[in-house]
């Protein structure tokens, strides 16, 4: 479906454009097409050009490697990129995927630099800026929101039990296990 591959080719060339070594690592693979999984969406196919970019590929090619991204993968996102790479099922050319995860953890969008060249470097500066305060913000909120909810669960409603518990209630359970047959109580069970 060309519909998709077209934007996502052209973002990918973007940050491929911007860095010579990263095309030189995909050139030798020309011709290979990569198929990205990503349910509910529809499978993206790109072929490599031989320069080293990418381009939308028919839909009857077979694809040399295929990346499935499945709802782990979304879910290990916010822990961090090695969370995230693990969670990506990855089938095919292992030279391919390689160079591919190479790629992943190393080319980064300089939004900056691009942001530039509309509006000016003081201008652009100023937004990243504040577009980096705001990401460090919304993180600090995820976590605190996430302390908060842990700790509400853990004391106040006794959802979770805290570390050390589980020892506790096994004891407790055998006591009343022993009182409700009758028998006396085992020596290791903790006096009430």
């Given at each position: 479906m060309i519909v998709f591959e077209s934007p996502v080719a052209a973002a990918l060339n973007h940050l491929l454009e911007a860095e010579p070594w990263a095309r030189e690592r995909l050139a030798p693979f020309a011709g290979e097409t990569l198929e990205l999984r990503l349910a509910p969406l529809p499978a993206l196919k790109l072929a490599i050009a031989s320069e080293g970019t990418l381009?939308?590929?028919?839909?009857?090619?077979?694809?040399?490697?295929?990346?499935?991204?499945?709802?782990?993968?979304?879910?290990?996102?916010?822990?961090?990129?090695?969370?995230?790479?693990?969670?990506?099922?990855?089938?095919?050319?292992?030279?391919?995927?390689?160079?591919?995860?190479?790629?992943?953890?190393?080319?980064?969008?300089?939004?900056e630099e691009d942001l530039a060249r509309l509006i000016g470097d003081a201008a652009a500066h100023r937004v990243a800026g504040v577009a980096r305060e705001f990401a460090g913000w919304q993180q600090d909120a995820v976590r605190r929101l996430a302390e908060s909810l842990?700790?509400?669960?853990?004391?106040?409603?006794?959802?979770?039990?805290?570390?050390?518990?589980?020892?506790?209630?096994?004891?407790?359970l055998d006591r009343i296990g022993h009182e409700a047959l009758g028998e006396p109580r085992s020596r290791s069970s903790p006096r009430a």
């Amino acid at each position: 479906m060309i519909v998709f591959e077209s934007p996502v080719a052209a973002a990918l060339n973007h940050l491929l454009e911007a860095e010579p070594w990263a095309r030189e690592r995909l050139a030798p693979f020309a011709g290979e097409t990569l198929e990205l999984r990503l349910a509910p969406l529809p499978a993206l196919k790109l072929a490599i050009a031989s320069e080293g970019t990418l381009r939308p590929a028919a839909e009857a090619a077979s694809a040399s490697l295929t990346l499935t991204l499945g709802p782990d993968a979304l879910a290990a996102l916010p822990k961090g990129e090695d969370h995230f790479l693990r969670a990506i099922e990855i089938s095919g050319n292992e030279k391919l995927a390689h160079e591919v995860l190479y790629l992943f953890r190393h080319l980064r969008w300089d939004a900056e630099e691009d942001l530039a060249r509309l509006i000016g470097d003081a201008a652009a500066h100023r937004v990243a800026g504040v577009a980096r305060e705001f990401a460090g913000w919304q993180q600090d909120a995820v976590r605190r929101l996430a302390e908060s909810l842990m700790a509400y669960a853990v004391e106040e409603k006794q959802l979770l039990l805290e570390r050390g518990a589980p020892e506790e209630q096994l004891l407790f359970l055998d006591r009343i296990g022993h009182e409700a047959l009758g028998e006396p109580r085992s020596r290791s069970s903790p006096r009430a």
